[in-house]
DNA sequence: ATCCTCCCCTAC
DNA sequence: TAAGGTAGGGGAGGAT
C-alpha cells in the first residue's frame, strides 16, 4: 500500500532518508531511541489511504506499550474480604515509628553511604575486586622478566599442580589473634552487640570452638545463642581483614606460576614449576608438594598470625575438595586414584563446588545425595534435569574430572549496585530519592573503574502480597524479584541518565512504592571488552592488520568507513532533510559537509527498468538475505519481475555502489522462510561415521611445543600455505572427501513447489549460494567438534543412534584401529594428548551406543596391552580412565559393567 | 544457529 | 535492634 500510494518503504532505519517509522509496538528502549521521531500506527497509512489524503500523522502517534497494556484489574471488594489486609504502606508505618529504624534505613538520606560502609558483603565483593586487580598487575610486572616464560609454560602443561589455600574462620580468626583470651572460648563475629535470643544479626564467622556447639556461618546470633548460651561476639574489623589479606597475597605470589584470586581470604595457584620430582615417581612427588604446603602455611601464619588450610590436586576441583579435607589449620596431597576417591565419593553432593541449594535439591529429585549416587547416573538424565553444561559439569566432577583454568586478567563485563536491606519507602518522593543515590552510587563505580556501559538493568524485590514484617531487622523478607534492562544507543557512566532510564524502567512496574524492598542498578555491555571482530565499533588496527593481513578480504571495514565519515561530504535530499527530527538535523550537520540534492533524482540506477506501469520507481530494496520467496510470488507479476530483475542486475545492497557487469548477488544467505517444511527431496548423506573422526587430527602432531589448550588448533591451522580452515594432517581427505562430494545438490532446503516458481537465474544464485553455505558449515563444525573435545573428556553424543558405523579416523577393522592406537602410543611415549584421549573415549562411547561391546572390549584390552610395561604412571592412569568411563557408560545403558 | 532478555544460581 | 553485595555462569524461551 505504501508503495502502491507514492510512498517509500525502508528496512532500516537511516536517518537520512526516513521521515516517519510505522511500528504496532515498541520496546522501552527503541520509544527513547525514536522519541524524537514521528512514530505512526499503520492506521495512518490504512486511513490515510482510506481518506485519499495524507492525514496529520499527530492523530496516530503510537502511544508508549505500557499505558496501552490493559491493566489487570484485582477487584477491591474481594481484597476487602480478607479481614486483615496487609499493607506495604501500615508494615513500613509500624517499622519506621521506632526513631533508630529510621536512622538506619532509607528514611535516612545518607542511608546508601552508611549502608556501605557497613555491609559485609559489599567489602567481600569489593576486595575480590582489588585483588584481581593487584593479581593481574603483579602478573604484568612478572610478564616483562625473564623467567616469565618457563612460570607461565609450566602452569599451561597437562600435568597440573593446583594449589588451593583459605584461611580458616577468617574473620573470627583475625579477631581472636588481637584478643587471645578468647581463643579456647566459642567465638563469632557480628554487627550484633549483645547476644540476645531475639538478635537477628547474621553470624558472618565463627571458631571451631564455637562450631563444636553447631554453629555456622550465616546463623543469626539468636540462634546460636540457643546453642550457646557463652558465645562470644566480637565486632567486624574490615581495615584488619584487608591489611592482613594483603600480606596473604604476598606470599602466595612467590610461589605460584599463576594466581587466581577467590576472595579476601582464598586462592588458587598453579604451582607445577615449584615441584621437580619426576611425575612418575608419585611418592616422591607427594612428599615434595606436602612440604610446599608446610612452608606456605608456615610463612601465612608467621606474617599473619593465623592458620590457613592447603589443599592440592590435579585440578581445581580436586584442590579445593582437599582443602576441605584439610581443615582446621592442615593440609591435603591428592595425587593418586585413591586419593580422588577418598575425597569424592563418600562427600554429599552440596559438598561439590557450585552445588548449593537448588541443585542439591533437583538431585534429590533422581535420587542423588552422594557423589557416589552421582557418578551412576548417566549423562543425559544429569543434562534433562540440569541443562547441557551444568549435567556435563557434575557428570565430569563426581569422577574427578575438571577442565577449568584459573581465570586471571578476566575484563570486567559489569558494574552494579545493589541494596536489599533497610528499604522502607515512606512515599513516592523518598523512592524517588533513593534511585538517586543509587544511580549516582553505580555511576561512581564505573567511572571508578574507568568503564562506561550501554545496558542498564533494574532490579527490583517486592514484598510478596502476604508477606509480614521480615523476620531480620529491617531485612526484605519474603519478596518477588523482577528485573528489566533497556539497551542505550551509548556508551554512559553518568548518574543522570542512569537514573532517568532506571526511574522510568522501575516505574513501568507500577509497585507501590511501600512494598518494594530491595533495588539494584546493573550496567552491562561494557566498553572495555576486546575488539574480537570486525563487526566492534571499535578496532586495533594494528595488530589486526598485522595478524591477519593476508587473510585480509577486499571486503569493507567498518571502522575504516566510519573513520573517513567524518570527513566526507554528505549529499542529502533536501525533502528528506526538512522531514528529520531537529535534533538529528544538528546531529548531521555537526558530522558531515552537507550539500543539499537538486530534486528527487532518483536516477542513480544505471540500469533502469523502462516497463513499468504500477509503480513508477522502485523503494530501495531490502539485502537480497531478508527476501522472502513466498512474499515475492504474492506480489502482483510485474512487480515481482521488476523486483527480480534489478537483484539480477545490481547488488543486493545498494549501499555499495560498486558498478557491477555481471549479474550476481554476494553476502547472500538463503532466506530462513524457505526452508521446507515438507520432506526433502532426498538428503544424501555423506562422511557417515567418520565426522567424529576429525578430531583425531592432532593425534600424530609431534608435540613438541608443550601444547597448551589453546594453541592446539592454531598450530595446526597454520602450518603449511593452506587455507585456514583445512587442517594440516594426513587424514585430510577426509575433509577434503566430503567437501567434493558436496556437488550434489540433492538436498537443497527449499520447498519444491516454490523452487519451481524461481526464475532460472535466481535459481543458479541459489545453487552457487547453498553449495557456499555448505562447506562453510562443514568448516565451522570441524572446528567446533575440535572446541568440543577440548571441553571434556567426557563428552557423549546424546543421540544414540546410528546408522553408519563408529570410526576412529575413518576406520573401522579393528586391526587398523589397533594400528593406528598403536602409532599414536608410541609417538607419545611421556604421556598422552588430552584431546586424543577425548576423541578415543568418544570412539569407545559411540560403539557402546552402536553396541559393539566386543570391539569396545578389544579397543580397550589393546590399549592396555600397549601400556602394560610403561613406566609413566600418566598413561596407565589414563587407560585406567578410559576403561572406567567406557565401563560407566556400559553400565548406565545396559546395567551391567565391561568385562575386559 | 545465534542472540537477547529475564531470570536463577552460586561463591565469598 | 542491624547493615541480605556482587560478578559471572548459565538456562529457558522468544526474536532475529
Known amino acids: 500500500m505504501i508503495l502502491q500510494h507514492g510512498g517509500d518503504y525502508q528496512h532500516y532505519l537511516k536517518k537520512l532518508s526516513v521521515t516517519h517509522i510505522i511500528a504496532s509496538n515498541l520496546t522501552n528502549s527503541k520509544l527513547q531511541e525514536f522519541r524524537s521521531y514521528k512514530v505512526v500506527r499503520p492506521e495512518w497509512i490504512t486511513e490515510s489511504v482510506q481518506a485519499q489524503q495524507m492525514l496529520p500523522w499527530q492523530n496516530y502517534r503510537l502511544v508508549p506499550r505500557a499505558t496501552t497494556q490493559r491493566e489487570l484489574l484485582f477487584s477491591r471488594d474481594k481484597e476487602t474480604s480478607i479481614p486483615e489486609k496487609i499493607t506495604g504502606e501500615s508494615l513500613n508505618a509500624d517499622v519506621l515509628a521506632n526513631d533508630w529504624a529510621r536512622q538506619v534505613s532509607t528514611a535516612n538520606p545518607t542511608f546508601i553511604k552508611r549502608y556501605y560502609e557497613t555491609s559485609r558483603l559489599h567489602y567481600l565483593s569489593t576486595w575480590k575486586e582489588e585483588l584481581k586487580d593487584i593479581v593481574d598487575k603483579l602478573e604484568q610486572k612478572y610478564k616483562s622478566d625473564a623467567n616469565s616464560l618457563s612460570r607461565k609454560n609450566s602452569s599451561a602443561a597437562h600435568n597440573r599442580i593446583v594449589m588451593h589455600v583459605d584461611f580458616d574462620c577468617f574473620f573470627a580468626s583475625v579477631g581472636i589473634k588481637d584478643r587471645p583470651h578468647l581463643s579456647s572460648l566459642p567465638v563469632a563475629v557480628s554487627h550484633s552487640k549483645t547476644v540476645s535470643e531475639t538478635s537477628s544479626s547474621d553470624i558472618a564467622s565463627c571458631n571451631y570452638v564455637a562450631r563444636s556447639f553447631g554453629i555456622h556461618n550465616g546463623m543469626t546470633i539468636g540462634m546460636a545463642k540457643g546453642l550457646c548460651p557463652t558465645l562470644q561476639v566480637i565486632p567486624y574489623e574490615f581495615d584488619k581483614y584487608k591489611s592482613i589479606s594483603k600480606k596473604f597475597y604476598e606470599i602466595l605470589f612467590q610461589y605460584a606460576d599463576e594466581m587466581q584470586a577467590v576472595s579476601v581470604d582464598e586462592a588458587l595457584l598453579e604451582v607445577r614449576s615449584h615441584i621437580t620430582q619426576p611425575k612418575d615417581d608419585a611418592c616422591a612427588q607427594k612428599e615434595e608438594q606436602e612440604a610446599l604446603a608446610t612452608a606456605i602455611r608456615d610463612a601465612i601464619r608467621q606474617e599473619t598470625g593465623c592458620e590457613a588450610s592447603i589443599g592440592v590436586g590435579p585440578n581445581i576441583l580436586l584442590a579445593r575438595m582437599s582443602t576441605k579435607r ?31 541449594y537448588a541443585i542439591g535439591d533437583k538431585l534429590k529429585e533422581l535420587n542423588v545425595t552422594l557423589v557416589s549416587d552421582l557418578r551412576k547416573k548417566p549423562l543425559y538424565e544429569l543434562q534433562a534435569k540440569l541443562g547441557a553444561k551444568m549435567g556435563q559439569t557434575l557428570y565430569n566432577f563426581s569422577r574427578g574430572i575438571d577442565d577449568r583454568p584459573l581465570i586471571t586478567n578476566q575484563p570486567r563485563q559489569s558494574v552494579s549496585a545493589e541494596v536489599n536491606w533497610g528499604v522502607r519507602f515512606e512515599n513516592e518522593e523518598n523512592e524517588r530519592g533513593f534511585v538517586e543515590g543509587l544511580a549516582k552510587e553505580v555511576a561512581e563505580r564505573l567511572q571508578k573503574h574507568n568503564v562506561k556501559g550501554k545496558n542498564i538493568t533494574v532490579k527490583i524485590l517486592k514484598r510478596k502480597d502476604d508477606a509480614t514484617q521480615a523476620a531480620k531487622h529491617l531485612g526484605h523478607g519474603r519478596v518477588d524479584a ?17 537514573n532517568k532510564h532506571v526511574y522510568s524502567m522501575l516505574r513501568s512496574f507500577q509497585f507501590s512504592s511501600a512494598d518494594i524492598r530491595g533495588l539494584g542498578i546493573h550496567v552491562s555491555k561494557l566498553d572495555n571488552q576486546e575488539r574480537l571482530s570486525s563487526d566492534q565499533e571499535t578496532l586495533n588496527f594494528k595488530s589486526r592488520n598485522e595478524i591477519d593481513a593476508q587473510q585480509r578480504q577486499p571486503s569493507i571495514e567498518k571502522g575504516d568507513l566510519s573513520r573517513q565519515a567524518s570527513k566526507e561530504i554528505m549529499e542529502v535530499d533536501p525533502f528528506v532533510y526538512n522531514e528529520l527530527p531537529h ?77 557491477q557487469d555481471t549479474p550476481t548477488i554476494q553476502k547472500s544467505r538463503a532466506p530462513a522462510s524457505l526452508h521446507t517444511k515438507t520432506p526433502r527431496l532426498s538428503s544424501a548423506k555423506v562422511g557417515g561415521g567418520s565426522n567424529r573422526s576429525r578430531t583425531i587430527t592432532q593425534m600424530f602432531q609431534p608435540s613438541a611445543s608443550p601444547s597448551s589448550r589453546s594453541n592446539v588448533s592454531s598450530s595446526s591451522v597454520t602450518n603449511n600455505n593452506e587455507t585456514p580452515t583445512t587442517r594440516t594432517s594426513r587424514f585430510q581427505y577426509v575433509f577434503q572427501g566430503q567437501e567434493e562430494e558436496n556437488g550434489d545438490d540433492g538436498d537443497l532446503p527449499y520447498d519444491a513447489e516454490v523452487w519451481k516458481e524461481l526464475p532460472q537465474d535466481m535459481k543458479d544464485e541459489l545453487l552457487e549460494e547453498h553449495r557456499r553455505l555448505k562447506r562453510v558449515k562443514i568448516e565451522q563444525k570441524v572446528q567446533k567438534e575440535h572446541s568440543v573435545s577440548r571441553e571434556s573428556a567426557q563428552r557423549i553424543d546424546l543421540h544414540p543412534y546410528r546408522t553408519k558405523e563408529p570410526s576412529l579416523q575413518g576406520v573401522t577393522d579393528i586391526k587398523e584401529v589397533r594400528s593406528l592406537l598403536r602409532e599414536w602410543v608410541a609417538s607419545y611415549k611421556e604421556s598422552p594428548e588430552a584431546e586424543d ?27 592396555m596391552y600397549l601400556v602394560r610395561d610403561f613406566d609413566s604412571s600418566s598413561w596407565k592412569l589414563c587407560t585406567g580412565q578410559i576403561h572406567e568411563t567406557v565401563s560407566e557408560m556400559v553400565k548406565s545403558v545396559y546395567g551391567c559393567p565391561l568385562c575386559i
Open 326 to 356: 584439610a581443615k582446621p589449620a592442615g593440609q591435603y596431597v591428592c595425587n593418586s586414584k585413591q586419593d580422588i576417591e577418598d575425597l569424592l565419593a563418600s562427600q554429599n553432593v552440596t559438598d561439590l563446588p557450585g552445588v548449593g
Open 482 to 498: 523482577f528485573t528489566k534492562s533497556c539497551a542505550l544507543g551509548n556508551f554512559t557512566d553518568d548518574a543522570a541518565l542512569i
Open 583 to 659: 535534533s538529528v538535523q544538528k546531529e548531521l550537520e555537526a558530522t558531515y559537509n552537507l550539500k543539499f540534492k537538486k530534486l528527487l533524482a532518483t536516477n542513480d540506477e544505471p540500469k533502469k527498468i523502462p516497463e513499468q506501469p504500477a509503480i513508477s520507481t522502485l523503494p530501495e530494496l531490502p539485502p537480497w538475505s531478508q527476501l522472502d520467496p513466498l512474499s515475492l510470488l504474492a506480489l502482483p507479476n510485474e512487480m515481482r519481475d521488476q523486483i527480480l530483475k534489478t537483484y539480477g542486475t545490481k547488488e543486493g545492497d545498494t549501499l555499495l555502489k560498486t558498478p
Open 837 to 863: 584421549v577425548a576423541t578415543i573415549t568418544n570412539y569407545l562411547i559411540e560403539l557402546v551406543y552402536h553396541a559393539d561391546l566386543e570391539k569396545v572390549r578389544l579397543v580397550i584390552a589393546y590399549l
